[in-house]
Nanobody, 124 residues
Framework: QVQLVESGGGLVQAGGSLRLSCAAS????????MGWFRQAPGKEREFVAA????????YYTDSVKGRFTISRDNAKNTVYLQMNSLKPEDTAVYYC?????????????????WGQGTQVTVSS
């Protein structure tokens, strides 16, 4: 059983930056593809970014490419999401999740473990 705890959310003006962290415990961290998802009010949860077990491969949804960077530190059991050039449409609750399966990273159903979420609000 993996426990995930996100931190780093908050209120920021458009164009600003935030760095989200997700600390994992209770499992072997480098066995999991790690992902970040977000959910805005009234919308479905959507994929934001994912990173392979070693950290050698990363994946992003088109709307955040060039602005967000996902990384992981397997020694610290932590995954990060650096968010730059934030826009009001990035406002959402951000969740990290752990995926034990191979070959998939886009769909929430592939992730077995989820954090409680952290609110990111971008003002215009």
């Amino acid at each position: 059983q993996v426990q995930l705890v996100e931190s780093g959310g908050g209120l920021v003006q458009a164009g600003g930056s935030l760095r989200l962290s997700c600390a994992a415990s209770g499992g072997t961290f480098n066995r999991y593809v790690m992902g970040w998802f977000r959910q805005a009010p009234g919308k479905e949860r959507e994929f934001v970014a994912a990173i392979s077990r070693s950290g050698g491969s990363t994946y992003y949804t088109d709307s955040v490419k060039g602005r967000f960077t996902i990384s992981r530190d397997n020694a610290k059991n932590t995954v990060y999401l650096q968010m730059n050039s934030l826009k009001p449409e990035d406002t959402a609750v951000y969740y990290c999740a752990a995926n034990p399966y191979s070959g998939t990273y886009y769909f929430p159903a592939q992730y077995d473990y989820w954090g409680q979420g952290t609110q990111v609000t971008v003002s215009s």
